[in-house]
């Protein structure tokens, strides 16, 4: 049963315009959510976080959007670079989980220059 | 230093054999992982150490032997793997549970 799901396996977007990619959760208990980014032969790395506290975060072009009644979130990339392109990985977590992340299987975001 | 090594960055073995994996860090992080990636797949968590003594297994079969000499050091032991086992093992070290830093992964083919 997977408890965070990205159901957009790949996405295309223009160079400059606005990326959003989305992971929808069925654990009610997630308080803590994340956003990793995975190029190629690396692992993946930080992007942002956001806290069920707040419905959104933003650091620089990207900004992370939480509607907790949707169990739905949100990576907003604005605007979007050919450097963005990597799979975007969606991270949810709780504390009865011992705090340990489940993610999502990712999204391929292409930024076609 | 904010890195995460790992070696070999490739490996292939056969079923019979024994070898190792290594994950190094020097960022003070107290938590140290191991996931284990296949192909178009989410990371799947198979162990946690914390302060260097193992909190999480999740489930892994033997096969797959833990060690964590220090704080900076985190190794895998396999033996007797099987060709499902084939995929991207990750290591990753944290000061908080959730901002993982990942290293590159070894790519694991058993033959």
């Known amino acids: 049963d997977q408890q965070v799901k990205q159901n957009s396996p790949s996405l295309s977007v223009q160079e400059g315009r606005i990326s959003i990619l989305n992971c929808d959760y069925t654990?009610?208990?997630?308080?803590?959510f994340l956003w990793y980014k995975k190029y190629p032969a690396e692992g993946p790395t930080f992007l942002i976080s956001?806290?069920?506290?707040?419905d959104k975060n933003e650091d620089g072009r990207f900004t992370v959007f939480l509607n907790k009644s949707a169990k739905h979130l949100s990576l907003h990339i604005v605007p979007s670079q050919p450097g963005d392109s990597a799979v975007y990985f969606c991270?949810?977590?709780?504390?009865?989980?011992?705090?340990?992340?489940?993610f999502g299987s990712g999204t391929q975001l292409t930024v076609l220059p | 230093d904010t890195e995460v090594t790992q070696t070999p960055k490739h490996l292939v073995m056969g079923m019979t054999n024994k070898k190792s994996l290594k994950c190094e860090q020097h960022?003070?992080?107290?938590?140290m992982y191991w996931y284990k990636q296949k192909a178009k797949k989410p990371p799947e968590l198979m162990f946690v150490?914390?302060?260097?003594?193992?909190?999480i297994n999740e489930s892994v079969p033997s096969r797959f032997s833990p060690e964590c000499p220090n704080s900076s050091l985190l190794n895998l032991h396999l033996h007797a793997l099987q060709p499902e086992d084939s995929a991207l093992y990750l290591c990753?070290?944290?000061?908080?549970?959730?901002?993982?830093?990942f290293g590159s992964g070894t790519q694991l083919s058993v033959l």
């Open positions: 990753a070290s944290s000061q908080t549970v959730e901002k993982l830093f």
């Open positions: 654990n009610s208990m997630f308080d803590y």
């Open positions: 956001i806290s069920s506290i707040k």
């Open positions: 991270a949810a977590s709780s504390s009865g989980s011992a705090r340990q992340l489940t």
């Open positions: 960022m003070g992080h107290r938590a």
């Open positions: 150490y914390s302060y260097e003594k193992l909190s």
